[in-house]
Every structure is written in structure tokens, then in C-alpha cells.
């Protein structure tokens, strides 16, 4: 009862102009490069500025929004990690940017489609371990970096993304790792959008409590 509780506050929260009607298809702006491609190799920010240029979906897309956003975010706060927690983001940052090649290499594609490819690479990756840890050694390990990497802002740009099995990932099993700040700050996110939410934003209150 809880999960299905929260699933259905992650569709509600996470519903964006896509998840109405599809995207018109989306045709290359630019070709597949060498410099992309070693970009994406080495899980460099500058990748998702390569996705944007060969498949323009704007401010609200994945690759700008999302992608782009969280790594620059997590570079800003590269040195507040632990050694491993570092050799953790940066191992993390390479699996997505490698998991979103094939996007990268389409003939064209769906902003929308972009959108849940990164979705799902995010939530893959998730589950990878790397520099000998996973998710739940990392969070641990790095508690106070991981709470300032989920802002108030990048919690809600993830909630934008109408994937509940990402959302879910993030937030219970971050809070199962013990992440308590960011899911306070989701249900806080949660409760600002009450008037949207009417009686489900009462259902992930009373879950998380």
C-alpha cells in the first residue's frame, strides 16, 4: 500500500507536457562526432551539450534540465566527497553518459524518448557498483554532499521527468540508506503543490510518516 502510495504521487508530481501526447519526431541538428563521442567515454558534462545540439528539445528536455544540470551540479561539489566517493560519482557519471550513446547516434528520435532513455539510464546506473561501492556504501559515506547534490531545485526537475521507478529508487531506497534530508525535502516539494495534488500529496505524507 505504501509504494503503490507513492507511485501514484511520483505520476502525479512527475507529469509533464509529455506524458499527455508525444513529441514530434526530432531530426539531427549536427552530426556524431569524435570530441562527443570521447566526451561521453569519459562521462564529461559537455556531452549532454552535445545531445542538445544534435536533438534540440530545449530548457525542458533531458539533456539541458536533467543531464546537464546534476552533472555540473555534482562537479560544483566534487571535493566535498570522499576519495571514493569521488572515484563512485565519476564511475556513475561515465555509465550514463555511455548508456545514452545509442540516443546520441539515433537518426532521430522523440523528446519524450530522450526524456525515459534518461530515466532509465539514471536508474540503471544506480544499481552499478562502482570504485567498490554501491548506492547504499556511497550515500552513507558521502551523507552531507549527497543531501546538497538534491536540492530543492533538483529534486523537482526529477519529479518533472514522470518516471516513478526513478523517483522511487531515489527516494526510498535513499531512504532506506538513511538520505533522510533529500525524501524531507521531496515531501516538502510534494506539499508545496498542494493544489495539484488535492488528497494523493495526503497519501506520500502520511508514507513517509
Known amino acids: 500500500m505504501k509504494v503503490t502510495a ?8 512527475g507529469a509533464n507536457a509529455w506524458s ?8 539531427p541538428r549536427e552530426g556524431v562526432t569524435d570530441e562527443c563521442l570521447q566526451m561521453a567515454a569519459r562521462g564529461d558534462c559537455g556531452f549532454y551539450q552535445c545531445l542538445e545540439r544534435r536533438f534540440q528539445c530545449g530548457s525542458e528536455g533531458y539533456a539541458l534540465k536533467i543531464g546537464y544540470h546534476l552533472c555540473n551540479k555534482s562537479d560544483e561539489i ?15 557519471k561515465v555509465c550514463i553518459t555511455n548508456a545514452l550513446l545509442p540516443v546520441y547516434k539515433q537518426n532521430s528520435i522523440r523528446c519524450d524518448d530522450v526524456m525515459s532513455e534518461g530515466a532509465r539510464a539514471m536508474r540503471t546506473c544506480s544499481y552499478e557498483e562502482f570504485a567498490g561501492m554501491d548506492a547504499c556504501t556511497f550515500i552513507r559515506g558521502n551523507m552531507d554532499a549527497y543531501n546538497d547534490m538534491l536540492g530543492t531545485d533538483e529534486i523537482s526537475r526529477l519529479m518533472s521527468m514522470g518516471s516513478p521507478r526513478l523517483l522511487a529508487r531515489i527516494f526510498i531506497d535513499g531512504a532506506r540508506c538513511g538520505a533522510t534530508i533529500a525524501t524531507e525535502r521531496f515531501q516538502s516539494v510534494a506539499g508545496s503543490l498542494n493544489d495539484f495534488m488535492g488528497g494523493v500529496r495526503d497519501s506520500i505524507t502520511s508514507w513517509w510518516s
Open 6 to 13: 507513492l507511485i501514484v504521487v511520483c505520476c502525479s508530481l
Open 20 to 27: 499527455f501526447w508525444r513529441s514530434p519526431w526530432v531530426k
Open 78 to 92: 566534487h571535493s566535498r566527497f570522499t576519495a571514493q566517493g569521488q572515484r563512485y560519482m565519476e564511475g556513475s
